[in-house]
């Protein structure tokens, strides 16, 4: 081998090995100093519009995408009695479930509304992690429907159980064949002025530092 090339496959040879190193660094600095997760939603609290009784939908003025204050009115149900429906909070109508003229059942959904100024995200953060996290951490937040953005983030809460006690059909063990699996926990996460962009059920990642 030359002695020009074997400086060359030298330098290359280097190069690895400081990249290795490099990559090597970012990792640990990341584990170290972040929990991160891409197990997480875009989520708000969902206010439903019901009818309070059977009867006849009239004047129906819930179109998607509406915003409305608490209290006004979005309809009448006409039946024993005219009964005004009025919405249970502000915000956005973000799905209408009936059509005017409709016939509804007591209890039947009318539409959802959602502030869309207060929304935040439920990242599930696994079990052995939650020990470096409490309220108030500092979170960078992607969006998935808002790529090249990062929203500032607070976790406002860590939840009380893990997402699977809640699960309709849990594993049983009772067979002796039990394998450990890493349970998660839902941590609530507030965001800062999310664009017009970031929409409720979205995916979304999260880097929660640990301080």
Not at 8 to 26: E, K, P, S
Not at 70 to 85: Q, R
Not at 106 to 127: C, F, P, R
Not at 132 to 156: A, F, H, M, Q, R
Request: net charge negative; charged share 25%; hydrophobic share 35%.
């Amino acid at each position: 081998m030359s002695r020009g090339r074997l400086i060359l496959t030298n330098i290359i040879a280097l190069l690895v090995v400081i990249l290795l190193i490099g990559g090597g660094a970012y990792y640990y600095v990341q584990s170290s100093d972040y929990v991160k997760t891409d197990n997480a939603k875009v989520s708000a609290d969902l206010n439903t519009i019901t009818a309070p009784a059977a009867g006849k939908i009239t004047g129906l003025s819930a179109e998607e995408g509406k915003e409305v204050s608490k209290s006004d009115k979005i309809a009448t149900l006409e039946g024993e009695k005219k009964v005004s429906i009025s919405a249970p909070a502000s915000g956005t109508i973000i799905k209408k479930q009936v059509n005017n003229g409709q016939m509804v059942q007591a209890g039947q959904t009318i539409a959802h509304v959602v502030d869309m100024k207060e929304l935040y995200v439920i990242a599930n953060v696994k079990e052995d992690e939650l020990k470096d996290l409490e309220s108030g951490d500092s979170v960078d937040v992607t969006v998935d429907g808002d790529d090249g953005s990062t929203l500032d983030g607070k976790i406002e809460e860590i939840g009380y159980a893990t997402n699977s006690l809640f699960s309709l059909m849990p594993k049983s063990s009772d067979d002796g064949n039990y394998t450990k699996v890493t349970q998660t926990v839902p941590v609530k996460i507030s965001i800062k002025n999310p664009s017009d962009k970031v929409k409720p059920g979205m995916n979304a990642e999260v880097k929660i530092s640990k301080d």
